[in-house]
């Protein structure tokens, strides 16, 4: 649909951090995970946000979030964007549920409202 922001965030003796941004394309996911290689933590903006009168999600759907991961070769996923907002057509529920379907869901980190969470690599 126009320019997307995704980026990658590396330090030594540090995890890699990639944030897909508002991306629906796992054509665009593939070109990075082949420049970049595998990513140690991915926060993956999901949801499948949709606004009228766009006939495609905005973010990825679940089915997508988890391919990502799969493409990215993540050690570990954070699930950004699938609640509070209207222009979310899928929940957290069906994050969790895509990844299990794909064998990934000990990939997912899961993130309580309102409580830290320590990723364990």
Do not use: C, Q
């Amino acid at each position: 649909m126009g320019p997307v922001t995704s980026f990658l965030v590396t330090s030594p003796a540090e995890p890699s951090l990639y944030v897909s941004g508002d991306n629906s394309s796992l054509a665009r996911v593939r070109e990075h995970a082949t420049r970049i290689g595998p990513v140690d933590i991915a926060f993956l903006f999901a949801g499948a946000a949709r606004v009228a009168p766009l006939p495609v999600p905005l973010t990825l759907t679940s089915a997508k979030a988890a391919e990502a991961a799969h493409l990215l070769g993540a050690r570990a996923v954070v699930g950004v964007h699938v609640e509070d907002w209207a222009h979310f057509s899928e929940s957290r529920a069906d994050l969790e549920k895509a990844f299990t379907d794909a064998g990934l869901h000990e990939l997912l980190v899961d993130t309580p409202r309102g409580e830290r969470v320590a990723i364990e690599l």
